[in-house]
């Protein structure tokens, strides 16, 4: 059976359909891209914005009418949210975040994965890809209450893997060829708490770097106020990259009490002053919300102003997006959307000069690289 896997969202909805894809090319199916025909495709939704719930309805009227003989599956947090305005568009399947880590087993259960003769001895050979960056899942679920997330919501609380799972699996990645492993989770820095282990992660890549030799190990998003100075000892080895994406979400206290971050200026500036002692060239990226209800133009410029002090190697920016069921959707005070477009425009000509800075500081100067795709 040919096999469509599709996600939007973050690394961690990418890293989800990857481990699907290997568990449906070892059971002998082909995983195919966008170019060929599919018999099953499966598509894992957004909701963090109601942008990413729009696209994801989009998608998935896109792909029915593209595929009118394939079945058509939806899960992710959208699917989990409005389960109701997907199953007007006649999926065939919908799967919530409760049950994703079984979608293979969920969807020979319905049929639509059916059994095949013989299992694959290397499940890359069934995969449309490169066997370069995988994208591992080790940690699920939020146990913060930010104001404006509805994250927290659609994945319900902090779960972890453990550890001798993890180790196996980039064992198995490793043996594939894959060259770079990233760990991620909706709050990575949280791994292990659920298990009663508050330095969870830093034992894990520890483990990882001791007991594995997969050439490049990288880290997906952490919040700032789970790392500790000790942390950074992680990247004496060179095999950890030298990359934290720190999401700050708003450089102004007054903003970030109201949305409950539990970090301040002095907090970030230190964590990042502490990161670049160990490496000055650290490649620290961050998240920063613009229009977030309350914020005047003087909380917006004392954003702005803390943005550029930390120099950034690259930012993501969003407009505040109300998501019914948080509390910021009831606060007052909400921006109108011209005043919010304006200031995601200045923050997009800062976050553009700051990535161009970070990458100048570089010419001139050989460093290693991962080729994640081949030359033309």
Not at 243 to 265: E, N, V
């Amino acid at each position: 059976m040919r096999v469509r896997l599709e996600s939007i969202g973050g690394r961690l909805n990418i890293s989800e359909m990857e481990s699907l894809a290997r568990q449906v090319a070892a059971a002998g199916h082909r995983v195919v891209g966008p170019s060929e025909t599919a018999d099953l495709l499966v598509f894992n939704t957004c909701t963090v914005t109601a942008t990413a719930s729009g696209k994801s309805r989009h998608i998935l009227r896109q792909l029915k009418r593209a595929n009118p003989n394939a079945s058509v599956v939806a899960t992710g947090c959208y699917a989990e949210m409005e389960p109701e305005r997907l199953e007007a568009l006649g999926l065939d399947l919908i799967v919530p975040n409760a049950d994703k880590d079984h979608l293979a087993g969920i969807l020979r259960e319905r049929g639509l994965l059916p059994d095949t003769a013989e299992a694959v001895n290397d499940p890359q050979d069934s995969l449309d890809g490169n066997r370069t960056r995988a994208f591992l899942k080790v940690q699920d679920g939020c146990d913060n209450r930010c104001t404006f997330c509805i994250v927290t919501v659609a994945r319900g609380a902090g779960a972890s893997r453990t550890p001798d799972s993890v180790i196996q699996e980039v064992r198995e990645l490793e043996s594939a060829g894959y060259r770079e492993a990233v760990l991620s989770g909706v709050h990575l820095g949280s791994y292990g708490h659920d298990q009663g282990d508050r330095h969870g992660l830093f034992r894990l890549v520890r483990r990882l770097l001791r007991e594995t030799s997969i050439p490049r190990l990288r880290l997906s998003s952490l919040e700032p106020w789970d790392l500790d100075d000790a942390f950074f000892d992680l990247f004496d080895d060179p095999r950890l990259l030298p990359h934290l994406h720190l999401p700050l979400q708003s450089g102004c206290d007054a903003t970030l009490q109201r949305m409950a971050r539990r970090t301040t200026q002095a907090e970030f500036a230190s964590l990042v002053e502490a990161a670049r002692r160990r490496n000055p060239d650290m490649a620290i990226s961050s998240d920063i919300i613009v229009g977030f209800p309350g914020e005047t133009e003087d909380e917006f410029n004392e954003s702005v102003d803390f943005v550029e002090a930390m120099a950034f190697s690259r930012l993501h920016i969003f407009r505040y997006s109300a998501r019914l069921g948080t509390r910021a959707a009831t606060m007052p005070h909400q921006v109108p959307g011209p005043v919010a477009a304006e200031r995601s425009r200045r923050m997009h000509e800062l976050g553009a000069a700051q990535e161009a800075a970070f990458a100048g500081r570089f010419v001139g100067r050989t460093v290693p690289v991962l080729w994640e795709a081949p030359e033309d």
